[in-house]
């Protein structure tokens, strides 16, 4: 298996909500929502430290204003192949659900009102 080179990768620029720094990590189309928050976890940004999580399990992508699944590839967003993506992360424990109407109020927690994404 040959080597990869940029143009068949996703560069993610992922943006830190709390301190607003961020960091470029690549990645395959074939890797998850969940790969690119474990990955990001395991090479966590030194800039980034003062905001570390304790888990990657409780990392959530958010990509055009909506949460990314955890199972969603980065192929089934059509990301560009060589060209740098902005994604936000932040710490959330729960995800709303998709297409959840009239369900807001289910599971609310005391964070679900910490963070604004503009």
Same mark, same amino acid.
């Given at each position: 298996?040959?080597?990869?080179?940029?143009?068949?990768?996703?560069?993610?620029?992922?943006?830190?909500?709390? !301190?607003?720094? $961020?960091?470029?990590? $690549?990645?395959?189309?074939?890797?998850?929502?969940?790969?690119?928050?474990?990955?990001?976890?395991?090479?966590?940004?030194?800039?980034?430290? !003062?905001?570390?999580?304790?888990?990657?399990?409780?990392?959530?992508?958010?990509?055009?204003?909506?949460?990314?699944?955890?199972?969603?590839?980065?192929?089934?967003?059509?990301?560009?192949?060589?060209? #740098? #993506?902005?994604?936000?992360?932040?710490?959330?424990?729960?995800?709303?659900?998709? $297409?959840?109407?009239?369900?807001? $109020?289910?599971?609310? #927690?005391?964070?679900? !009102?910490?963070?604004?994404?503009?």
């Amino acid at each position: 298996m040959g080597s990869m080179n940029k143009s068949d990768r996703v560069t993610l620029r992922i943006i830190h909500p709390m !301190n607003g720094n $961020n960091k470029e990590f $690549n990645f395959v189309p074939e890797d998850t929502a969940s790969d690119v928050s474990q990955y990001v976890f395991d090479n966590w940004p030194e800039d980034w430290e !003062n905001n570390r999580v304790r888990s990657a399990h409780i990392l959530r992508l958010i990509y055009q204003g909506r949460f990314i699944h955890g199972n969603v590839s980065l192929g089934a967003l059509q990301l560009p192949l060589g060209k #740098t #993506t902005a994604m936000h992360i932040m710490a959330r424990e729960t995800l709303p659900e998709p $297409n959840s109407q009239g369900q807001r $109020n289910r599971g609310k #927690t005391e964070e679900s !009102n910490c963070c604004v994404i503009l």
